[in-house]
């Protein structure tokens, strides 16, 4: 494969089981399969929307992808290199390219810290001694993100309680935003907000993916917010990838009666 055709991200095979809790002393612990066999390729300045109800593998999946967990099976590429095969100096590295937008804004930032801290907090995790000591550049790269968010300087000096929802996940879209990575994952990023503010965060993160050319892996239960970001699709239930395409083919034509269900559910 040459390195134009070649995608960002390549989800070959990935299996994940978890290990539950011991239930009888003379018995092996039962064991849920979360992730069975997918296969996904995301090219570089695409959007893909994974959807699926809860318990469909969606979180599971991006953690895996964000190399927070490991595959049981399987392996994650990302420019052709196998993310879990990576030391952990050189995925440390690696992931400036690779950022995360949890769901909630509220449990995703530190409370104790104010905006510049945790904005600057993936760049000094990724710097050294050097790159720490200088404050100044740090802090202009923070107003540059926080800017592109459409928040102000004055508000890097401010704590997280003094923000409505949207505009703390207008902050963690800043920090993940101040890599300049190449890959963004977002799980679930309005689902904690307000239907008045849910929009203006999924306009904000499609000028962003068309302002910075980022790659965005989309997780949502909501088949509306997927067709509003996405190009492409790929539909979730227990674990497998049933159905995955351009948005306006699965959406107008699915294949799968398990994604008929789902947009009948939505209409």
């Known amino acids: 494969m040459s390195a134009t055709t070649q995608p960002l991200v390549d989800i070959q095979n990935l299996s994940r089981r978890f290990t539950l809790p011991r239930e009888h002393l003379f018995k092996p612990p039962p064991t849920v399969d979360a992730l069975k066999n997918v296969s996904l390729q995301v090219q570089a300045?695409?959007?893909?929307?994974?959807?699926?109800?809860?318990?469909?593998?969606?979180?599971?999946?991006?953690?895996i992808v964000m190399a927070l967990d490991a595959?049981?099976?399987?392996?994650?590429?990302?420019?052709?290199?196998?993310?879990h095969a990576l030391p952990p100096p050189e995925l440390k590295a690696a992931r400036k390219h690779f950022q995360m937008v949890f769901q909630d804004p509220y449990g995703s930032l530190d409370p104790r810290m104010k905006v510049a801290s945790i904005v600057a907090e993936p760049l000094l995790a990724?710097?050294?001694?050097?790159?720490?000591?200088?404050?100044?550049?740090?802090?202009?790269?923070c107003k540059e993100m926080?800017?592109?968010?459409?928040?102000?300087?004055?508000?890097?000096?401010k704590y997280p309680h003094e923000f409505s929802g949207g505009q703390r996940q207008r902050i963690a879209i800043a920090r993940a935003l101040i890599t300049r990575?190449?890959?963004?994952?977002?799980?679930?990023?309005?689902?904690?907000?307000?239907?008045s503010v849910q929009a203006?965060?999924?306009?904000?993160?499609?000028?962003?993916?068309?302002?910075?050319?980022?790659?965005?892996?989309l997780i949502s239960h909501?088949?509306?917010?997927?067709?509003?970001?996405?190009?492409q699709v790929a539909?979730?239930?227990?674990?497998?990838?049933?159905?995955?395409g351009h948005v306006d083919a699965i959406f107008e034509r699915p294949q799968h009666e398990y994604t008929r269900a789902l947009l009948a559910a939505a209409a």
């Open 45 to 63: 300045g695409q959007s893909l929307g994974i959807v699926g109800e809860s318990g469909s593998g969606k979180s599971t999946l991006a953690r």
């Open 71 to 83: 595959p049981t099976s399987g392996q994650v590429l990302f420019e052709g290199t196998n993310l």
């Open 126 to 141: 990724l710097v050294g001694v050097a790159g720490r000591a200088n404050e100044a550049a740090r802090r202009e790269r």
């Open 146 to 157: 926080l800017q592109a968010v459409g928040l102000r300087e004055a508000d890097l000096d």
């Open 181 to 195: 990575p190449k890959l963004i994952v977002a799980d679930e990023p309005v689902s904690a907000l307000d239907v």
């Open 200 to 217: 203006q965060v999924l306009n904000l993160l499609q000028a962003l993916q068309r302002d910075f050319g980022i790659t965005l892996i």
């Open 222 to 231: 909501d088949l509306a917010v997927v067709r509003h970001i996405c190009e």
């Open 235 to 244: 539909v979730m239930k227990n674990g497998e990838v049933v159905e995955s």
